[in-house]
């Protein structure tokens, strides 16, 4: 996947970084943009359609095909280890109503003890509600990164445009493997953390180390990491991503055969006063 960060409203010349241009395939295609649109109060816009935006790509004005509400796939996955064990309950819990309040998406469920997948896309929501109820805390550290892996790796299978794999802990102690980045970065997810820490607690403990892992992985994937210090503050965290989310929209646009493409990608619609937040594009 191709990220590229855009802000910029209709008219204005702003441009991505990047300007490298490639050749494009020998038949049309398309490439879809994720973006959020605000009005003038900073209110956010959900309702539209394909006239009401405007594609350049290279240049060269693209064709807008579909305008929708995002919709892509979901992970959660929940730190169920012994480290999380005292705060699992409440976890479950911000993660069933989270889960209710995604919309119509696909949403796959992972524990980390033992890192598996407890519900996958295909699921009925009612399914995939039981099967979370269903969790338990376990008694070992499990293998919460290697959870993560497995999201992703469930996540590109699915050949999604975007993606995102929400991970909830408190203070485990599981251990950060070697190589763990690459498969996460492959499957071209979005990883947003919410991580318990307690008041004190040394940088240099495990706990602490695995915080900082789960930040760095937000940074590298164009994901957001919260850092609460309350069982309680697991729902507010989740409700604010939920309401990120829901403001989301995708645009997909057609490139003609043999037209340039690149990561020169600007994104306008014709609503005056609106603006617009690119947040990526991608070729899937």
Do not use: C, W
């Not at 996947?1 to 702003?14: K, P, Y």
């Not at 119509?104 to 009925?124: G, K, M, Q």
């Not at 290697?146 to 469930?154: E, G, L």
């Not at 309680?232 to 997909?252: G, K, P, T, Y």
């Amino acid at each position: 996947m191709s990220r590229v960060l855009l802000a910029f409203a209709f008219g204005a010349a702003l441009q991505a970084a990047a300007q490298a241009q490639t050749r494009a395939p020998q038949s049309a295609s398309s490439r879809t943009v994720l973006s959020t649109v605000t009005d003038n109060r900073n209110r956010p816009i959900v309702e539209f359609g394909p006239d009401d935006f405007v594609v350049r790509e290279a240049g060269q004005p693209r064709e807008v095909l579909t305008v929708r509400v995002a919709d892509y796939p979901i992970a959660v996955v929940l730190d169920n280890g012994l480290g999380s064990a005292r705060d699992f309950d409440a976890i479950r819990g911000a993660a069933a109503r989270f889960v209710g309040r995604v919309g119509h998406r696909p949403v796959a469920i992972v524990s980390s003890d033992p890192p598996r997948l407890v519900s996958t896309f295909d699921d009925e929501r009612a399914v995939v509600l039981e099967r979370l109820e269903g969790l338990k805390a376990g008694a070992s550290a499990g293998g919460l990164f290697q959870a993560i892996v497995n999201a992703a790796t469930t996540i590109q299978e699915t050949g999604t445009p975007f993606s995102a794999v929400v991970v909830l802990s408190s203070g485990t102690t599981s251990e950060v493997p070697t190589e763990f980045l690459t498969p996460i970065l492959d499957s071209g997810a979005a990883v947003h953390s919410v991580f318990k820490r307690t008041v004190g607690e040394s940088g240099g403990t495990e706990a602490a180390r695995t915080g900082d892992a789960l930040r760095t992985l937000a940074g590298e994937t164009h994901g957001q990491f919260t850092t609460v210090y309350a069982t309680a503050s697991f729902q507010a965290a989740l409700d604010n991503l939920a309401d990120r989310m829901a403001r989301e929209i995708m645009v997909e646009y057609l490139i003609p055969a043999g037209s340039a493409t690149g990561n020169d990608v600007q994104l306008g619609v014709r609503i005056p006063g609106a603006r617009v937040n690119g947040l990526g594009v991608s070729s899937r």
